[in-house]
């Protein structure tokens, strides 16, 4: 059973508008939710995170949101390039775990020029 | 080298052979992830090293997977007598230490492994 869900498996914005990225999780042991970005042929590369005593956090033109009782986060990119362009994936951890995290399917993002 | 590497990029076997993939961890990075992503699914945790401390291996499918982890630097993940649906990339991982919970993990950029 699917401990972290990404339902999107594509996305597509144009370039300059908002992208929004969801991911909800069923383990409410869960105390820390990173973001990952994946281009072909690469390994994924850390994005943005938030712990779970948050509700937000921003890097620059990234904003992570979680909504703890919903169980779940979103990923907004604001304004959206077409170097956004690549498969993103939603990971959770929680404390008690050996560090390994726990991952969703990804969404794959396009952003057209 | 600055980042994680991993060797080979691609690994083409036939059904029923062994194959090791190794990973170099980034210098000084004492924890060790292997992950694996077959088609369509995310990445799925199978093995972890964390200093001389025995790997938690929790997540190891079946018995012909095992991994080591020499001198506490390269990592060689091994699969025997492979099947096609051990067919995926191949993903390694590290960190500087498990101090703290979301510590960012730096990934390679996998082994494309294809069992015909």
């Known amino acids: 059973d699917q401990q972290v869900k990404q339902n999107s498996p594509s996305l597509s914005v144009q370039e300059g508008r908002i992208s929004i990225l969801n991911c909800d999780y069923t383990n409410s042991m869960f105390d820390y939710f990173l973001w990952y970005k994946k281009y072909p042929a690469e390994g994924p590369t850390f994005l943005i995170s938030i712990s779970s005593i948050k509700d937000k956090n921003e890097d620059g033109r990234f904003t992570v949101f979680l909504n703890k009782s919903a169980k779940h986060l979103s990923l907004h990119i604001v304004p959206s390039q077409p170097g956004d362009s690549a498969v993103y994936f939603c990971?959770?951890?929680?404390?008690?775990?050996?560090?390994?995290?726990?991952f969703g399917k990804g969404t794959k993002l396009s952003v057209k020029p | 080298g600055a980042g994680v590497s991993q060797s080979p990029s691609n690994k083409v076997t036939e059904k029923g052979k062994d194959v090791e993939l190794r990973c170099d961890p980034i210098s000084g990075h004492t924890a060790l992830y292997w992950y694996r992503q077959s088609l369509g699914q995310g990445l799925e945790f199978l093995i972890y090293f964390q200093g001389n401390s025995a790997p938690d291996k929790s997540g190891l499918p079946s018995d012909r997977f095992s991994a080591e982890r020499t001198g506490g630097s390269v990592s060689t993940l091994t699969i025997q007598r492979t099947q096609q649906e051990d067919s995926a990339v191949y993903l390694c991982a590290s960190s500087l230490n498990r101090g703290s919970v979301g510590e960012t993990q730096y990934f390679g950029p996998g082994t494309r492994l294809l069992v015909l």
């Open positions: 990971a959770a951890i929680y404390g008690g775990s050996q560090g390994n995290l726990i």
